[in-house]
């Protein structure tokens, strides 16, 4: 099960949280990783009636602004002597992620979560629809308030 | 090593519809730089002595000593706080919160488990954690070093075994 | 180490004459809150962010509106800044650089050959020194993996993931298993107190050896095993938290209660540390398919 991995991320540094668990618990097997962003569809601007910038443009964009992110957080694991690869996709997060997990051989689903409570963050949506919908494992890291005293 | 190795002080605690004049006294009273704001059991954010003067109008200000006074008795600490702080558990490892602290730049991190919040980290914490685990003397011996004004090799004098040391 | 390693080269300074109103952007740069203020290449001065953001207008709108003079205002860097700190020499420890910074309370030291500024220690550079130290010695894996059993279809699926990774990592294994509180209104008024403890602790053994058959001796896995009354949630929480547990494994579906959250929502709200959810069915895991064939 942890020979292959994918871990969602979004750029954000409490989702990155998960990194370092994935560190721990892949560095003596000889793991292969596979970090996911997952982007919103771009839709095509507009100028009134003239398109400014066509969605593929935005996507390839995105898509570079991303890898390069990812490259960042993949040398962090590399030096762990974990394999990693990066991808992004786009689309509805759960499907793009259960679309990744099917096209590879992960069998472990790895994010944190954020939690603020009411599913108001994209990520705790995530977690909460990957462990409740998932047929792989799901590995969740928790980045989220405590109650105060 | 983990968060709970370092020592961290309780903060004090605030309500949101604390006013600014009111936090302030407390920081100072607690000699604190940071409290964290509750509503009921949730944490809702953290207060700073920095975020607390910056309220502070300008020497230009139009207002007289007494109307800033007054203002800043109506000011509550909900309207300066930092919202959404983030946390971290006593069992989270020391990177992790270092990362953290780095990364996402906040100013600090509050502590908590599950009875709630125990303590802070700013990186100040760290830098005392650090002092900690880096050895006290260098393993060089104590030869003396030239120090040149600008970037070159300084022969060693001292018995340490290296042969040169690089200034950037 | 000495500051000279450790320090800055190159950083942006200011002069005394800078305009207050434009070192946002110099701040901002460095991504510091302290800049140096030179005159030629001689240090004259330290500039926080916090002295010049006290000094300007106000952050709350209502108090703001009446700093509109402030743009006016010529006040330069010479006005906010202090001669009041301690400066660094190029072969101070580290320990000095730390000691500065704590005391001085900034972000940022300048490291001073006579009168000429020639370095910057940063908190931000220590903090990924610090890093390094911690992630070079760090924990190699797991030292504690929780398993929490329910008896179910999950069962095979979870312990052998919870297995696998205590055998890879050298970590030991506790399973545990919650029994619900007993719900003593339910039985028959009458029944004396002496048979519902027995009844408990026959509960209790009964599950003990359970669980022991649950992994192989030959597993070469240290393998604890707990039987905890109570609320579930609370149960492996507590426990995690107690045993400084690395990983909580659970299988799904967990039981849900009547109409709260369910105990996998809970657990990965108040969980000290990461949670993992198995399957219980093929892709869980190798050995979870030969404990379904077996049964």
């Given at each position: 099960m942890?020979?292959?991995?994918?871990?969602?991320?979004?750029?954000?540094?409490?989702?990155?949280?998960?990194?370092?668990?994935?560190?721990?618990?892949?560095?003596?097997?000889?793991?292969?990783?596979?970090?996911?962003?997952?982007?919103?569809?771009?839709?095509?601007?507009?100028?009134g009636a003239h398109p400014v910038a066509y969605a593929s443009q935005l996507e390839d964009a995105t898509r570079l602004e991303c890898l390069a992110y990812l490259e960042g957080v993949a040398a962090r694991l590399e030096n762990a002597g974990i394999r990693v690869s990066a991808e992004v996709r786009f689309g509805r997060p759960v499907d793009a992620v259960l679309e990744a997990a099917r096209d590879s051989e992960a069998r472990i689903v790895a994010l944190a979560e954020p939690g603020r409570g009411g599913l108001r963050d994209a990520m705790d949506r995530l977690a909460h629809e990957l462990l409740h919908r998932a047929?792989?494992?799901?590995?969740?890291?928790?980045?989220?308030?405590?109650?105060?005293? | 090593m983990r968060v709970a190795d370092c020592s961290l002080a309780v903060p004090p605690v605030l309500l949101p519809a604390a006013s600014v004049s009111a936090a302030g006294q407390l920081l100072a009273l607690h000699d604190a730089t940071h409290a964290v704001v509750v509503e009921g059991e949730r944490?809702?954010?953290?207060?700073?002595?920095?975020?607390?003067?910056?309220?502070?109008?300008?020497?230009?200000?139009?207002?007289?000593?007494?109307?800033?006074?007054?203002?800043?008795?109506?000011?509550?600490?909900?309207?300066?706080?930092?919202?959404?702080?983030?946390?971290?558990?006593?069992?989270?490892?020391?990177?992790?919160?270092?990362?953290?602290?780095?990364?996402?730049?906040?100013?600090?991190?509050?502590?908590?488990?599950?009875?709630?919040?125990?303590?802070?980290?700013?990186?100040?914490?760290?830098?005392?954690?650090?002092?900690?685990?880096?050895?006290?003397?260098?393993?060089?011996?104590?030869?003396?070093?030239?120090?040149?004004?600008?970037?070159?090799?300084?022969?060693?004098?001292?018995?340490?075994?290296?042969?040169?040391?690089?200034?950037? | 180490m000495r500051v000279k390693t450790l320090m800055r080269t190159r950083f942006a300074t200011v002069t005394e004459e800078t305009p207050l109103a434009e070192t946002g952007v110099a701040f901002a740069r460095e991504q510091l809150e302290t800049i140096a203020v030179v005159r030629e290449s001689t240090l004259v001065g330290l500039l926080r962010a916090r002295d010049v953001e006290t000094m300007g207008p106000s952050t709350v709108p209502s108090l703001a509106a009446h700093d509109w003079a402030?743009?006016?205002?010529?006040?330069t860097v010479g006005d906010a800044a202090t001669a009041d700190f301690a400066a660094l020499d190029p072969e101070a420890s580290v320990h000095d650089a730390i000691r500065l910074l704590v005391r001085q309370d900034v972000d940022a030291v300048p490291v001073v050959e006579g009168a000429a500024l020639v370095g910057l220690v940063t908190t931000r550079d220590l903090l990924s020194m610090l890093l390094e130290l911690l992630e070079s010695d760090g924990p190699s894996g797991l030292d504690h993996v929780l398993v929490m059993v329910d008896f179910d279809e999950s069962t095979a699926?979870?312990?052998?993931?919870?297995?696998?990774?205590?055998?890879?990592?050298?970590?030991r294994l506790t399973l545990l298993h919650v029994l619900p509180p007993p719900l003593r209104s339910l039985l028959a008024p009458g029944v004396p107190r002496g048979m519902l403890d027995w009844a408990r602790r026959q509960q209790r053994e009964r599950c003990l050896v359970d669980l022991g058959a649950l992994v192989p001796s030959e597993s070469a896995v240290e393998v604890?095993?707990?039987?905890?009354?109570?609320?579930?949630?609370?149960?492996?929480?507590?426990?995690?938290?107690?045993?400084?547990?690395?990983?909580?494994?659970?299988?799904?579906?967990?039981?849900?209660?009547?109409?709260?959250?369910?105990?996998?929502?809970?657990?990965?709200?108040?969980?000290?540390?990461?949670?993992?959810?198995?399957?219980?069915?093929?892709?869980?895991?190798?050995?979870?398919?030969?404990?379904?064939?077996?049964?």
């Open positions: 942890f020979e292959d991995l994918l871990v969602v991320l979004d750029g954000r540094a409490t989702s990155e949280r998960i990194v370092e668990w994935i560190r721990r618990l892949c560095r003596t097997s000889g793991s292969r990783v596979r970090l996911l962003v997952v982007r919103d569809v771009e839709g095509t601007v507009w100028s047929p792989i494992a799901v590995l969740v890291a928790r980045a989220r308030d405590q109650r105060a005293a | 944490l809702v954010g953290i207060v700073s002595r920095r975020a607390i003067m910056a309220a502070h109008p300008s020497s230009a200000t139009s207002l007289t000593r007494g109307e800033i006074h007054g203002r800043l008795d109506q000011i509550t600490v909900g309207d300066i706080m930092l919202p959404d702080p983030l946390v971290v558990s006593p069992a989270t490892p020391l990177a992790e919160a270092v990362r953290l602290l780095r990364d996402a730049r906040a100013s600090v991190l509050v502590v908590s488990d599950r009875e709630g919040v125990v303590g802070l980290i700013t990186a100040n914490d760290l830098l005392r954690a650090l002092d900690q685990l880096v050895e006290p003397r260098e393993s060089a011996s104590a030869g003396t070093w030239r120090s040149t004004s600008e970037a070159g090799r300084v022969p060693a004098t001292g018995a340490s075994g290296l042969d040169r040391i690089e200034h950037r | 402030w743009s006016q205002s010529s006040l699926a979870t312990v052998a993931a919870g297995a696998a990774l205590a055998r890879r990592h050298r970590a604890g095993r707990l039987v905890v009354t109570g609320d579930a949630a609370t149960a492996i929480i507590g426990t995690a938290a107690r045993l400084e547990v690395d990983l909580i494994v659970v299988g799904s579906p967990m039981r849900r209660r009547f109409l709260g959250p369910s105990l996998t929502d809970e657990l990965i709200e108040s969980a000290p540390c990461p949670v993992l959810v198995v399957r219980p069915d093929a892709k869980a895991g190798i050995s979870s398919r030969s404990a379904h064939a077996r049964r």
